[in-house]
């Protein structure tokens, strides 16, 4: 089965500054997708950024960027220049085409102080 | 990508009564996904719709407590029956659409059951 481990309930991060969320997750598979995915209050699920595992290169969207450790089984999310906006919940997912659905991580509660 | 637009956004219920949540997609997709998810945790995955198939069911999950339609492919509905106050609770509707099994979230409908 698969998991996925987010072990941080909570951090607080200084506007401008830079938070690492971090990830762990574990299968038998060897392609997979992993994701990180941002619901803000609003609720809206917004997707952050998306890891294929094939790929040994790290996925970037500007200030998001990931550290994808496939040995380790590890999926940490760097958010640069934290902005007021970037104050959500942060879920990790993991996709395999085993059974095409997403299992996601007890996700974190990012706050971004002024 | 895909846009989700999901009807209502909130209700409030009395306890015996039906809901039926909608959600509605500016494409075509074959798979669509319900989930609940009570404020501030995880999402927990219902079931699968795929058109022309019945909906499969996540464990915990039961066709006459949670049925669903999904009459094309832009459309599908789920209905929460019988309700008590342990069914509040934030329903997302989401699809898996472009390169990447990347998933798509409307903006859930949060239900309050008294």
């Known amino acids: ?21 971090s990830c762990t997750y574990d299968t038998s598979e060897s392609n997979y997708y992993l994701f990180w995915y941002k619901q803000p209050p609003s609720r809206q699920m917004i ?30 999310l760097k958010i ?13 997912a ?20 002024p | 990508s895909a846009v989700i637009s999901q009807k209502p956004s909130r209700d409030i219920c009395q306890r015996g009564t039906s809901l039926t949540i909608q959600c509605q997609v500016d ?5 669509m996904f319900w989930y609940r998810q009570q404020p501030g945790q995880s999402l927990t995955l219902i ?25 094309n492919l832009t459309f599908s509905t789920l209905t929460v029956s019988n309700m008590s106050p342990e069914d509040s609770s934030i329903y997302l509707c ?16 949060r239900l309050s059951v008294l």
């Open chain 1, 94 to 113: 993991f996709w395999t085409g085993a059974n095409s659905k997403l299992t996601f991580g007890k996700g974190i509660t990012l706050s971004v102080r």
């Open chain 2, 94 to 109: 989401s699809v898996s659409a472009g390169v990447g099994n990347i998933q798509y979230f409307g903006a859930g409908t």
């Open chain 1, 1 to 21: 089965a698969q998991t996925v481990t987010q072990s941080q309930p909570e951090m607080s991060v200084q506007e401008a500054e830079t938070v690492t969320l």
């Open chain 1, 80 to 92: 640069s220049d934290s902005q007021l906006g970037d104050t959500a919940m942060y879920f990790c």
């Open chain 1, 47 to 76: 997707l952050v950024i998306r890891q294929e595992a094939y790929k040994q290169q790290n996925a970037t969207e500007n200030r998001f960027s990931v550290n994808f450790q496939k040995a380790a089984k590890s999926f940490s």
């Open chain 2, 27 to 31: 494409s075509q997709v074959t798979m």
């Open chain 2, 47 to 71: 079931a699968t719709a795929n058109q022309g198939s019945e909906a499969t069911y996540e464990s915990g999950f039961v066709i006459d407590k949670f049925p669903i339609s999904r009459p």
